[in-house]
């Protein structure tokens, strides 16, 4: 069965410090991807970013950067030099190739302070 | 087009009464997709569409849940005789065909409240 686990239910920092927020999946399947989506207080999901299971390499994309470590079932998620704008509830997620439901994580609120 | 589209944004409803629910994809996507948000949990699977074909379903669709999406656009979920425990956010979702492992484009859901 496949499952996403997201230990840290709240992190607080304050601004400008950068935070990771953990991720660690479990499938039996060899192929699937992994995302993260990102709920600002205004409720909408937003997409952030897909990883397939064949790539191990890491991801940067502005402040976000994304560690993928098949070894050890994690997907983890870093923020650099947090901004208040980044506060929401982040979610890891997991879906198998050609499968047509996404398993979400219980999320991770992230509270950046002023 | 804008995006996802969900209608109405809140819902309060009496024990036992029905509602419906309706989602507007992205045109161009032939896949949609429903989930179910309670407090403090991540979105769980409710079922799936490619084009009019609801292709599958969550155990957690019980039978007083249906949800169809003639012609292959819009989408509606009903739920019949509703109880305090479907209090929930009722999220659509979609995406094209081809990128089903892309991420989804969510529309801002339907809050649903049964008193």
């Known amino acids: 069965a496949q499952k996403v686990t997201q230990a840290q239910t709240e992190i607080s920092v304050v601004e400008k410090e950068d935070v990771t927020l953990d991720c660690v999946y479990e499938?039996?399947?060899?192929?699937?991807?992994l995302f993260w989506y990102k709920q600002p207080p205004s409720g909408e999901l937003v997409f952030l970013i897909r990883?397939?299971?064949?790539?191990?390499q890491n991801e940067i994309s502005g402040r976000y950067s994304w560690n993928f470590q098949k070894s050890t079932s994690s997907f983890n998620f870093t923020i650099t030099a947090s901004q208040v704008v980044d506060s929401a509830v982040y979610f890891c997620?997991?879906?198998?190739?050609?499968?047509?439901?996404?398993?979400f994580g219980a999320g991770t609120r992230l509270f950046v302070k002023a | 087009d804008t995006g996802v589209s969900q209608d109405p944004r809140h819902k309060i409803t009496k024990r036992g009464q029905n509602v419906t629910f309706r989602c507007d994809p992205i045109?161009?996507?032939?896949?949609l997709y429903w989930y179910r948000q309670t407090l403090g949990q991540g979105p769980e699977f409710l079922t799936y569409?490619?084009?009019?074909?609801?292709?599958?379903k969550s155990r957690l669709l019980s039978d007083r849940f249906s949800a169809e999406r003639p012609k292959g656009s819009f989408s509606t979920l009903e739920i019949q005789r509703t109880e305090q425990g479907d209090s929930a956010m009722y999220l659509c979702?979609?995406?094209?065909?081809?990128?089903?492992?892309?991420?989804?484009?969510f529309g801002s859901g339907t809050r649903l409240t049964v008193v």
């Open positions: 979702a979609s995406r094209a065909l081809r990128t089903e492992n892309y991420g989804y484009t």
């Open positions: 499938t039996r399947d060899t192929t699937y991807y």
């Open positions: 990883r397939n299971s064949f790539d191990e």
């Open positions: 997620a997991l879906s198998e190739t050609g499968g047509f439901k996404t398993i």
């Open positions: 045109s161009e996507h032939n896949r």
């Open positions: 569409f490619q084009n009019e074909a609801q292709l599958e």
